[in-house]
């Protein structure tokens, strides 16, 4: 959500980030709305304030001047409940469209679709084989540590039961994101994956995107995408000390989701599932643009330190307008190198979202004047998993068919050295 003051002196700009992001949204109608939102307040404030007057006269007056102001004031009742039930359904379209309106991008982002993605650095070299590699499922069920065909019998499509050490990897390599962020600062959070409809709009899943999300209609619950919805939500309605912030929350949650309209794609392997695990880093920060970069290159950091520390070669990516979301004002990637695809494959997502999410949310702090503003919002992935697991194991893998584990992943896992 943006500020609809921001919205009336910035429309053009608005127009076009909508145009950029490939967003439908009608903001001259808004701004209709909005103004016929204003007079619909002011004339109901007005009628209502007559209304008061009016009964404070009655008494005052000579009983036969009393009946006329008795049948004013109900005919202004009457008037001024049309102008309610008008108002509300103004407030409704108003609010529905104020939920479309996207974040302009910043100055730095690429424009263009994914093609005008720009890759900023690139860490480590992709590894050459002196022998034909595995891939990461060949890998898994050569070392019983992956049951795709009973994923798929239990639970359908792009399902899967991890085994053995490939379900200590998966954990490992989750424990090495939580044990990295504990170090830095980061509040450890284990946290809810059945949430209220407000937390997915909140943190812009809804209205945009819905259709990605699992819905219990029973109890009205959704099961998130990723933990970023509930860790963002833990502050919602409330106020914050601005001596408190940036606050640094690490999430770890099963992640869920439909994948509709991916169909066909990313169809092997681990890849692209319907359920699997991730750290989430998000950070609530004062209202400041300067900062906020520095944050999100710190989000980046804490994940690119994991890759280090698991020996992978990535790079990071700046996201180009036409593959940002609504919320985002800067996007990074980072990918990371898959050798059965024969590229980098996306395996972090770390944004910047200003107030876009906190306004929608409600969250906001005190500043030292005493006045209130939004919280600034980031996020990033530090680890997701099964996926990081195709690079872990299809880097890693030697010509006799072991994996060796990076020194840093060892005490995860028994400290072995190698799998096989
Ligand atoms: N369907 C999926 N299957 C497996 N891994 C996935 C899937 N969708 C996303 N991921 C992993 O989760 C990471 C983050 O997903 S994201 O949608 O890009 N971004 C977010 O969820 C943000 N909250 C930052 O984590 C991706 O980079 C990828 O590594």
Not at 45 to 58: P, Y
Not at 247 to 275: K, M, N, P
Not at 336 to 356: I, K, L
Request: charged fraction near 30%.
């Amino acid at each position: 959500m943006l500020d609809i003051r921001f919205i009336r002196a910035h429309a053009d700009r608005i127009k076009e980030a909508a145009r950029l992001k490939g967003i439908e949204v009608d903001i001259d109608r808004l701004l209709a709305v909005d103004e016929r939102r204003r007079e619909l307040l002011q004339e109901v404030e007005a009628l209502k304030q007559r209304r008061n007057e009016n009964s404070r006269r009655i008494p005052k007056l000579p009983p036969d001047e009393r009946e006329r102001l008795r049948e004013e004031t109900r005919r202004l009742g009457e008037t001024i409940r049309e102008k309610e039930a008008e108002l509300a359904a103004v407030l409704e379209e108003f609010h529905a469209l104020m939920l479309l309106v996207p974040n302009p991008p910043s100055p730095d982002t690429p424009v263009g679709d994914e093609s005008a993605n720009r890759e900023v650095k690139r860490v480590g070299e992709p590894p050459s084989f002196p022998f034909p590699p595995k891939n990461h499922v060949e890998l898994m069920l050569l070392h019983d540590m992956l049951d795709v065909e009973r994923g798929v019998k239990v639970a359908g499509s792009r399902s899967y039961f991890l085994k053995n050490d490939g379900v200590l990897l998966h954990l490992g390599v989750l424990r090495l994101a939580l044990d990295l962020l504990r170090e830095r600062g980061f509040t450890l959070m284990y946290v809810p994956v059945l949430v209220n409809a407000f937390a997915m709009e909140g943190t812009g899943y809804f209205p945009l995107g819905r259709e990605q999300a699992y819905h219990i209609p029973e109890d009205e619950k959704y099961l998130v995408g990723t933990a970023e919805v509930s860790l963002v939500a833990y502050h919602a309605e409330e106020i914050l000390r601005e001596e408190d912030l940036p606050l640094r929350y690490a999430g770890i949650s099963e992640a869920f989701r439909r994948e509709v309209g991916s169909a066909g794609r990313d169809t092997f392997g681990l890849y692209r599932v319907h359920q699997f695990s991730k750290v989430e880093q998000v950070i609530l920060a004062p209202a400041d643009e300067e900062l906020s970069y520095q944050l999100h290159m710190e989000l980046l950091e804490n994940a690119e330190e994991l890759l280090r520390r698991l020996e992978l070669p990535y790079r990071v990516v700046q996201i180009a307008t036409g593959d940002m979301g609504q919320g985002q004002v800067r996007k990074h990637d980072i990918e990371t190198w898959m050798p059965s695809r024969g590229a980098y494959g996306e395996t972090h997502s770390c944004s910047t979202f200003h107030d876009f999410q906190a306004r929608r949310l409600k969250i906001r702090y005190r500043k030292s004047d005493g006045s209130l503003a939004y919280a600034y919002t980031l996020n990033n992935t530090a680890i997701a998993s099964p996926r990081i697991l195709i690079a872990l194991l299809e880097n890693h893998q030697m010509e006799d068919g072991r994996i060796r584990i990076p020194e840093a992943l060892r005490p995860y896992v028994g400290g072995k050295a190698y799998i096989g």
